[in-house]
């Protein structure tokens, strides 16, 4: 394992988010708050810190929405953009930089990337027929076709996948195609399309995976399954009209034309945080600086991200990378997983989120608004597993830890020192026993937090810090400086001198998580001096991450809090949890049964209605998922083998571009179990598993904790 402190700089990423929709608190808790929080630590330590995010501009579904809504995909990207960037300031989010895929600086990026990749020989050329709208004029991508589905029938399938019954598609394998363009039957016409050899690249990966046994096991897990299913060539170009043209250059010297071919958004998108980079360092006046993060090896690059985009950063980045050759590759790459919302799984076409925005205006008149959401999520961060955010959870979070532990030692400390010693720190002497143990706890606590965040451990850091100031509330109320003010004068100047130090040690501990209240504390105390988190502040001479297990605050430092200091937050009442409850069941009651209302989100339309006796035709039986492997020839499937209880079935799935098999495997399913066994590429497929997708095209197992075999009604 390499020392995570030999390097001379650290290059942090958080992923890029999609321009298509407002941030919820599942993209917080899965890449941007950890991405901060860590950022926010190294800062504090006087490390070379580059921060950099940017939204994803590409891609088509933007294209897709634009066309729906009667836009240009620059309308649909200039109104999200803005909010984004707007909104993770107001959280409190310290990107060094944020950019945009669409800038100028992004395509010469990208185009020069590809570039070099292709004369070095990294690409692979393929020729094959694809669907072409002759009205249109234009190849038909996902979601511009739609057709009868080849696993279950249904009849509106869409070219990468089936709604009806979840199977992962390409256009070519719909039966009777038709434009979602002009409703024309689409002509079958060649293409020719670059890919990246993924398989050539495999034992080059796994030896590098392997050479990180620090890194998560829940991401290491993920990409051994890719690994063990075998790594196929992928396609890093498309024919639509929306996205990072293929260079003219390129496409002439292997006698293509370039016209109407553009670079998979997988494949721009990372390359986005090369191209932020480069803009932040040319803002900064040093425009050649960008190449000490990304093509220096004393650079530690960390890539922040959620488990959706593990294979991204894990296997095809580092594989361009490799590739190319001038780059570092990545350090570590801490994903985390899923967040659900009240025991439910987060979702936003039933408005069963979150919003960022929404938070910051209904919580607008809170003190510390933003910290207050960043400590709750931070303490549930889904660091190894999934984990649920609860309003509940939250308002016990705000009252039973913020205000009542850490606000209220600070309060109580902060009131007698300006009730008994005028407003200054009481000198130390003679300690007793407890007053040396509250000092040796402190002392010890700055690294055992930062070996946390060091190790990606963020919520450990967080309780760690807690802990401490709950240690100082256990001190002061073991020391009684209620009542040694008069028995014991000098016993209460001790109490209130350690409590003294001990706040001023939690002003920088807390920094990270807690930036607004930990600042707040610092003036309250008269700290000055101290590094803080934010970008480039980090003046000679200051105090900073290693000096907060000290004693900072001499004996007669004024502590300028005032006679009767406000308390650092304040609690939430439960008239303002229980709105926001009743807002998500609002929602998503209003959203279930009125197919109508507006969302910023897509959804399907809902079926014609059918009798309960259809209905009653269908035999859904629980099962498990025990066996799960890929389908020779066939890209899209996944062979399982599901427990019924009474018997085993096979049943081949179209997930197998979205689950790895080791993440289907467990799954407590819903099978259609009397469903028509159906041939496919030489395998019988003996029902259907349930899949349920979301807009953004993630699928989500149907499950039950119901035993193998019961009847789902």
Known sequence: MADPTSSERLLVTAALPYANGPIHIGHLAGAYLPADLFVRYQRLKGEDVAFICGSDEMGVAILMRAIREDRTPEDIIDTYHPQIRDNFERFGMSFDYYGRTSSETHTETTQDFFRVLDENGGFDLKTDEQLYDPEAEMFLADRFVIGT???CGFEEAYGDQCEQCGS????TELENPQSTLTDATPEFKETTHWYLPLGELQPQLEEWIGSHPEWKNNVVGQIQSWFDEGLKGRA?????????PVPDDVAERHGLEAEGKVIYVWFDAPIGYIS????WAAEQGEPDAWTDYWQDEDTRLVHFIGKDNIVFHCLMFPSMLMEHGDYVLPDNVPANEFLNLE???????RGWAVWLHEYLDDFAGERHAPDLLRYALATTLPETKDADFSWEGFQQRVNGELANVFGNFVHRTLTFAQRYFDGTVPPLEDPSEADRAMLDRMAEVPDTVGAAYEEHRTRDA???????????????????PWHTHESDPQACANTIHVSLQVCAALSILFEPVLPSAAATLRERIGLENVRTSTPDDDPAGAVGWEDAGAPLLPAGHPIPSGPDPEPLFQKIDDDTIEAQIEKLRDRAAERDTDPSSTTDMDYEALSDNISFDDFTQLDLRAGTVTTAEPVPDADKLLRLEVDLGFEERQILAGVAEQMAPGDVVGLEVVVVANMAPKEMFGFESQGMVLMAEEPDGTFVPVTTEAEDGSVVR
């Open 168 to 171: 992962s598609l390409s256009p």
């Open 343 to 349: 025991g439910e799984k987060l979702s936003t076409s």
């Open 276 to 279: 932020a980079t480069k803009e």
């Open 236 to 244: 890093i170009t498309r024919d639509v009209p929306w996205g990072v």
């Open 149 to 151: 589905c080849p696993v």
């Open 462 to 480: 967080v309780f760690e810090t807690m802990a401490l100031a709950r240690r100082g509330n256990k001190y002061f109320n073991d020391t009684e």
